[in-house]
């Protein structure tokens, strides 16, 4: 079947089989393998990508749900003007060791802060739930949203 | 996965249609939080799936005559943001924040939930307390049954393959009833429930006495169950923490946990026994408050 989307910000098209996802659509189809095959059930959030401004898992959708909606990946994050102020962030606090977690828990920290612009720790950590990172503590990663947030708060006030 | 075909329904009258002509054949896709797992895994796959993620008539909330209607569609997300279900049934926010994390809240649906009939569902007490009836079409019409009824066994429900689950009613006598919801599971995030228990009362005014209190158990049972002889015990009482704590032991001799690697039997008791008295202390704290408001 046929499938068109709106992948960061470009319209695309692929031809798949019905049962293929929306994480191997991504991986297979376009070449975009920031999102990660991890558990492939939901539990595991390494291919979390945002569907219409939600994140979702990738494995637990298929390509036809994707249908005519606007899916952001962890490429379409950064600009030609650089990295995104959280990946900035990121780098700024090594959150991250092997890395296989980040394009996931760096898209829904993007879900959190579009909506919650000073989101608590609480917060913070109840939208980094669905992520699993094996390697480290979440300490960093929370410390890189916080300062992420107000990176993005200011920039907001300059505009 | 292995081959199926999919389908995508325009609204719930397309996919009954589809469900028709397909019957055990097809199989029905709402936030595939469920099914795409389980279907990843299974030997035999259905030849047909007939998603329903883009039926719209599926996905409202509204209070009518007959009370709060919830569409079988509607995602736990939204439960969490509706500003109806909020105020009438903060209970029901509590319980859709403990399902999954949020990306599988985003894509749950509250009516994947209750058809996948698992007894530790998080979405299936708060409901039963609340008598919340469901809505089920098929070729022959629509029926509607109380979701007490609709769990017939653990991943049984009364919904025949034909069926479609349109929606969740809690009746108009219940709106605004105050209820709590408890989960206690292993972690915090993305845990099933070891126990989770509902519990939603009236206060006669003036009295401080039970009304109509409804306690309802979920994973301590082949189904989500209602706990009769502790509701029986508290009605006309004395909303005292005595009576609350009795009810909470009561619940516990009615309910038939399971001993398994995530807890014993015994555990399970006690935890029932506690989140019973608690879920009962909330609701009256509830019931309080909003008297105090009145």
């Not at chain 1, 989307?5 to 798949?16: C, D, F, M, W």
């Not at chain 1, 994140?55 to 637990?60: D, H, W």
Request: aromatic share 4%.
């Amino acid at each position: 079947m046929e499938v068109t989307l709106k992948l960061n910000g470009e319209a695309r098209t692929a031809s798949v089989a019905p049962e293929t996802t929306l994480l191997k659509l991504l991986r297979e189809s376009f070449n975009l393998t920031g999102a990660k095959l991890g558990c492939d059930v939901g539990d595991c959030g390494a291919c979390t990508v945002i569907v219409d401004g939600k994140t979702v898992n990738a494995c637990l959708m298929l390509a036809a749900q994707a249908e005519g909606r606007e899916v952001l990946t962890i490429e379409g994050l950064a600009t030609r003007e650089g990295l995104h102020p959280i990946q900035k962030a990121f780098e700024a606090h090594a959150s991250l060791q092997c890395g296989f977690c980040g394009p996931g828990i760096i898209l829904s920290a993007k879900a959190l802060l579009d909506e919650t612009p000073e989101p608590t720790v609480q917060e913070i950590r109840d939208a980094l739930a669905g992520n699993l990172c094996r390697c480290t503590g979440y300490t960093k990663m929370i410390a890189a949203i916080e300062e992420a947030a107000r990176e993005l708060r200011a920039e907001r006030a300059d505009r | 996965m292995k081959a199926f075909e999919v389908v995508t329904a325009k609204d719930s009258r397309h996919a009954l249609a589809l469900l028709a002509e397909h019957g055990s054949a097809a199989k029905v896709l709402a936030g595939g939080t469920d099914l795409l797992a389980d279907l990843k895994s299974a030997h035999d796959v259905p030849a047909l799936i007939v998603d329903i993620s883009r039926a719209e008539d599926l996905k409202g909330i509204a209070i009518t005559d007959e009370g709060l209607h919830i569409g079988a569609l509607v995602t736990h997300t939204e439960i969490m943001r509706s500003a109806v279900i909020r105020e009438l049934f903060p209970a029901l926010v509590d319980a859709a924040h403990t399902i999954g994390a949020v990306q599988t809240r985003n894509l749950g649906t509250l009516g994947g939930n209750l058809v996948t009939g698992v007894p530790s569902m998080d979405s299936g007490p708060t409901l039963v307390a609340l008598e919340a009836l469901v809505a089920i079409a098929g070729a022959g019409g629509r029926r509607r049954m109380p979701l007490a009824e609709f769990f017939t066994g653990p991943r049984r429900t009364a919904l025949k393959p034909e069926e479609l689950l349109l929606e969740i009613l809690i009746p108009k006598k219940n709106l605004g009833k105050p209820a709590s919801f408890l989960k206690f599971g292993l972690r915090k995030g993305q845990a099933l429930a070891l126990v989770n228990v509902a519990a939603g009362l009236w206060l006669k005014p003036g009295k401080d006495a039970f009304v109509e209190p409804r306690i309802a158990l979920g994973a301590v049972a082949p189904t989500v169950i209602r706990a009769p002889q502790a509701e029986a015990y508290l009605e006309g009482r004395a909303a005292t923490a005595e009576a609350m704590a009795e009810a909470g032991r009561i619940a516990a001799g009615e309910a038939r946990p399971i001993s398994d690697f995530r807890a014993s039997a015994g555990y399970r008791r006690d935890l029932i026994a506690v989140l019973t008295r608690r879920a009962l202390e909330n609701a009256c704290a509830l019931a309080r408050a909003a008297k105090e408001r009145r």
